[in-house]
């Protein structure tokens, strides 16, 4: 992730025309910008930005995907939350800094909560730096992360969430201690010691707490119904009794290590493969659909996607595998490929539930996207809240006043993802997700049987693992947050 300043025109217009299709129908990457193919650019505000300076933002990431709102002052008040710890305080800091500026709001923060010595003001004023996930918060930081997967615990059984919580927050706090080599590391933990407690499958935890009802609910758009009153009252309960967990368990073992306590420890962070783990949907958002085609990426030859291929899953070349044309190659042997794209047929752990099936996922709004997402924002994350809303043509102005509202009011907004989201024929190449039907997937699944040479997958993957496993296995950054490529498709 590349952060910008709001005015920057060469950022916001950088990775337009990045795709393109041939009359045959083949995907051509523009070669002098394939670099750029994984970098997702993030526009900077400062000050409260308007509706209309918004809208073009949002209507220039339908068209290309570039670049992400982020709203600074937000993000700088949650991060000084040792010292803005009540809601008015943050509020107050952030309308004296979009309206009079980084220094008035440098100046004040002294008066009313120092001294602090230049080096540290200086750092609390510059800790809206993103990680490449757009998770966590901060200036010069490394960040400990632990994940909590929902879908695997019972929605009913309380204590069971506390102790995963709190196993999560311990893992993440212990290592607190470790002691930076590089000084302006060193130097940043002493100021602001960081910690973060993410969970993944949200959405499946939620529709097995409170059934199909939820769902058709999403479906309408999550309206301010009597029935959708209650249904937010009880997803904020358990999104604020998980992040109460997280912050006592961390502060408690930092007072007794006599450790600095992290004034921010919950986010979400993207969860792609991870969440596949466990068929988890990922983070926050819902899944792709109830059934659908998981393409996770590795190197050729990867022993883990070998074992994957005598498992009978199908492998095929990446999207970073090109002809001399910059076609997209088709054959995962050929010489000239160089990463492989693992497909795996995928069914979400409440897709046969009674009346789940009918549900279009396809179909949730990006207002209701967005609804969910700041639900999480607001009750659960101190640091920021990985999101990437996809939206149709005929909802930027939506989503455009969606977000003006959620800055404007001091809702807890940072910043969130756009994604195009585009119908019938027009759609990616090898998608990291690809939605499929039931009859689609029970086939697929039917197939990889057929080619499974191996029941064993440990087995299979012993037959071709010589002891350089820890360098095996799928890309770095493998989650649909990460690897869709971010333009428009020309026709």
Known sequence: MRQFSSDDI??????????????EGNWRIDPEKDALRMANHTRVYHSKPSYQTILEAVTKQFNSGEGAIQFAPEAIARSNADILNKDELRKEFIEIYSEQGKEEAKNWINLNFGPFSNEELNH????????????????????????????????????????AFKSAALSVACLLNHKFEVQRYRVSREYDPIVGVSFTGLFDFFVHAFGTSWLKWWEEGRPDTDEGKLFKQKESRYLESWRKI?????WEYCDNHNLRRPNRCTTVQPAGTKSLLTGAAPGWHPPKAQRFIRRITFRKNDPVALACMDYGYSVVPSQSDKDENGCLLDNPFDPRCTEWLVEIPTEVSWANLEGADQININNFSALTQFDFYMQVQKFYTEHNTSATIEFRENEIEDL????HKAIDNNDGYISAALLARFDANATFPRLPFEPINKDEYNSLQNKVKERRVNNDFFDALNKYD??????????????????????KPKN
């Open 10 to 23: 060469d950022a916001a217009t950088a990775k337009e025309n990045l795709w393109s299709q041939d009359k």
């Open 124 to 163: 609390r004023m510059t800790r809206y730096g993103l990680n490449p996930c757009g998770e966590i918060l901060g200036n010069d930081f490394h960040c400990n992360l632990a994940e909590v997967h929902l879908n695997q615990i019972d929605p009913n059984d309380l204590e069971e969430q506390e102790k």
């Open 246 to 250: 997280v912050k006592e368990t961390v």
């Open 400 to 403: 455009a006043l969606a977000i």
């Open 466 to 487: 010589i002891g350089e496993l820890s360098e095996a296995g799928p890309a770095g950054c493998d989650s649909d947050k990460c690897l869709l490529p971010l333009d």
